[in-house]
C-alpha cells in the first residue's frame, strides 16, 4: 500500500539524512526509480521548490513525494516518516547526554560520515547535471543545442552568485526570470 | 501565556519565516528561543547545532525537539516539532496544487529550464561546503570517492554507503588512537 510504503522509505531515508538535505537528493532519486515515483526532471523542480518555500529542504520534499505519489494523506505519511527518526534520537540525547557531540565513538563515525555525505552530494550533482544539460540523452549536436547553451549560461551566472552567497531564493527567482526570457526571446 | 501554545506558535513561526533550510534557520531560532523566550541559554544552542551535525534531521526539526522536551516534556517535544513541521506541510500542498493548474504553461516551463540549471549551481556550492568541512587527509578523499562510485555508477543504495563510511570511520579512528597511545607510551 502506497500510505505504508511512503512512510517506511521516509523513516528509512530520515534516519540517514546527515549533513543537512543535499544528501537526501541522492537517496530521494533511487527510491524514486525504485518505486517508479516521479522522473528525475520532476524531482529537480521539487528541489528548486523546496528551496523556494519556508522550512527545512528534507521536510518540503518529503511532503513534496508524498502528495504527488498519495496525495494529502501521502504528505502526511512521508512528513511523518522523515521527522519522526529525528525526533526519536534528540529525545534520547535530550534526556541522556549532553556532552554527546564530544562522545569519541561520535566524533569517529562522523569523521566517516562528513566525506560521504560529500561523495553523494557528487553524485546529486552528476545525475541533475544530466537532467539539466541532456533532458533526453547525450546524443549527436546535443552541444550545441540551444538549449543547452541557454541551460549552461544561466548555471555559470547561478554558481557565481551562489558562491558569492548571494541567498538561494534570489538566485532562483533570478534564473527563473532568465528562462522565461531566453525561452520566448529564442522561441524554443 | 500557557506553555504549550507558546511553543507551539513559538515554533511554527520559525517553520514559517525560515527558507531554505539549515544554518539560515539559526538567526531565527536564536532571536526566538535565546533573546525572546529564554527558553535556553547561547552556549546550549550552540551544543544543539552540533548535535545536529552528528544526528540525521534538520537542525529546525532537532532544536524544536530539543527545546519543547527541555520546557514542556513529551507533550512539549511533539507540540514544538509539529508547529515547526507544518507551515511545511501546508505551503507546499498548496504549490503542488498549483503546479497541477500550471504545469502545461509555455512560461512556467521556460521558468523551470532555468530553475534547474540554479538547482545545480546550488548543489554544486553545497558540495563545496561539505568538502571543506571534511578532513583534508587520504583517508578522507578515498571515502568521498569511494562514496561517489558507489551510489553514482554502481547505484548502491545510499544508506548502506552511509553505515559502511561510518564504521569505517570508527574503525579508522580507534585504530589511530591506539598507535597514538603506543607513540607516547
Given at each position: 500500500m502506497i500510505l505504508i510504503e511512503l512512510f517506511f522509505t521516509f523513516l528509512k531515508i530520515g534516519s540517514f539524512?546527515?549533513?543537512?538535505?543535499?544528501?537526501m537528493i541522492t537517496m530521494i532519486q533511487y527510491e524514486a526509480e525504485r518505486h517508479n515515483w516521479l522522473t528525475q526532471a520532476e524531482l529537480v523542480d521539487f528541489v528548486a521548490l523546496s528551496e523556494s518555500t519556508p522550512g527545512p529542504l528534507a521536510v518540503n520534499m518529503a511532503t513534496f513525494v508524498g502528495i504527488r505519489t498519495g496525495g494529502i494523506p501521502g504528505a502526511a505519511a512521508a512528513t511523518l516518516g522523515i521527522v519522526l527518526p529525528s525526533f526519536l534520537i534528540i529525545l534520547i540525547i535530550a534526556k541522556c547526554f549532553t556532552r554527546f557531540k564530544d562522545h569519541k565513538t561520535v566524533r569517529g563515525i562522523m569523521s566517516g560520515l562528513k566525506p560521504a555525505v560529500a561523495g553523494m552530494i557528487g553524485t546529486a550533482f552528476l545525475s541533475v547535471g544530466r537532467t539539466v544539460f541532456f533532458p533526453s540523452g547525450l546524443k549527436s549536436g546535443c552541444f550545441s543545442d540551444a538549449s543547452f547553451l541557454i541551460c549552461l549560461g544561466i548555471f555559470a551566472v547561478t554558481a557565481v552568485m551562489a558562491f558569492k552567497k548571494v541567498h538561494p531564493i534570489r538566485i532562483i527567482l533570478l534564473s527563473a526570470v532568465l528562462g522565461i526570457g531566453a525561452g520566448f526571446g529564442l522561441g524554443l | 501565556m500557557n506553555l504549550l501554545p507558546d511553543l507551539f506558535l513559538t515554533f511554527f513561526k520559525i517553520g514559517l519565516f525560515t527558507f531554505g533550510g539549515g544554518y539560515a534557520m539559526i538567526p531565527l531560532i536564536q532571536r526566538e528561543v535565546?533573546?525572546?523566550?529564554?527558553?535556553?541559554?547561547e552556549q546550549e544552542l550552540t551544543d544543539i547545532v552540533a548535535i545536529a551535525e552528528s544526528t540525521p534531521g534538520p537542525i529546525a526539526v532537532n532544536a524544536a525537539t530539543f527545546v519543547g522536551f527541555r520546557t514542556g516534556g513529551l507533550t512539549g517535544a511533539c507540540i514544538a516539532t509539529l508547529g515547526v513541521v507544518l507551515p511545511s506541510f501546508l505551503v507546499i500542498s498548496l504549490i503542488s496544487f498549483a503546479l497541477n493548474a500550471f504545469q502545461d504553461n509555455k512560461a512556467v516551463q521556460y521558468a523551470f529550464m532555468g530553475i534547474r540549471a540554479a538547482v545545480l549551481a546550488l548543489i554544486l556550492k553545497a558540495l563545496w561546503m561539505m568538502f571543506r568541512s571534511a578532513k583534508k587527509n587520504p583517508f578522507s578523499y578515498f571515502i568521498m570517492g569511494a562514496a561517489l562510485i558507489l551510489t553514482a555508477?554502481?547505484?548502491?543504495?545510499a544508506v548502506f554507503v552511509i553505515i559502511g563510511c561510518g564504521l569505517f570511520g570508527l574503525i579508522w579512528s580507534l585504530r589511530n588512537r591506539k598507535e597514538q597511545s603506543r607513540d607516547t607510551d
Open positions: 539524512t546527515f549533513g543537512g538535505g543535499y544528501a | 535565546c533573546t525572546n523566550k529564554k527558553w535556553l541559554k555508477f554502481l547505484k548502491t543504495d
